[in-house]
């Protein structure tokens, strides 16, 4: 099998808000965003997109994932407000496709970056395949960044903690151009 090559000019940026993250099948995406930038982490694009589900199955996981919703109302309340007005799973996908494909080169995949991408990748995968056969293998970790830099070099990047979407991103952003503002 060919190795799938990485070099690309941009960097998808993705964040999601779920009910909770016990499990990327019964949870429920609630919130995306996705910003592409180029690799002085210039923004080129952004996407916003509000998934709507039944107000009592978003309601049961938050209250399965009480003890993170109850520490972040705000939030809670935001996402809650918002979910009449959402589209559906499908249709965020369709439009999350368009997104990349006018933004990135049709043959190659796209390198996904964010905070703790990992776990939002297990929801795209369980979600949204389409979206997940697009993207490359390998992603951008901000949080490997943050555990080799708080572990081994004592440096603490203070990241606010917006949990809605296109604010983390750029949080996330904002905290991998500090470490690379430490690396000579």
Known sequence: MAKKNTKSDRILWIDLEMTG???????????????????????????????????????????????FWDAHPDSRDGLLAQNETGKSSSKIETELLDFINAHFKADAPVLLGGNSIHMDRRFIVAKWPKLDARLHYRMLDVSAWKVV??????????????????????GSIEEL????????
């Open 177 to 184: 151009k500090y470490y690379l503002t430490k690396v000579k």
């Open 149 to 170: 830099f708080e572990n081994k070099f004592k440096k603490k990047y203070a990241k606010p903690d917006a949990h809605r979407a296109l604010d983390d991103i750029r």
């Open 21 to 67: 993250l016990l499990s990327p099948v019964d949870d429920l995406i609630l919130e995306v965003a996705a910003i592409v930038t180029d690799w002085d982490f210039k923004e080129i694009a952004t996407y916003q997109g509000v998934v709507g589900s039944k107000s009592a199955a978003v309601r049961k996981r938050m209250v399965i994932n009480a003890s």
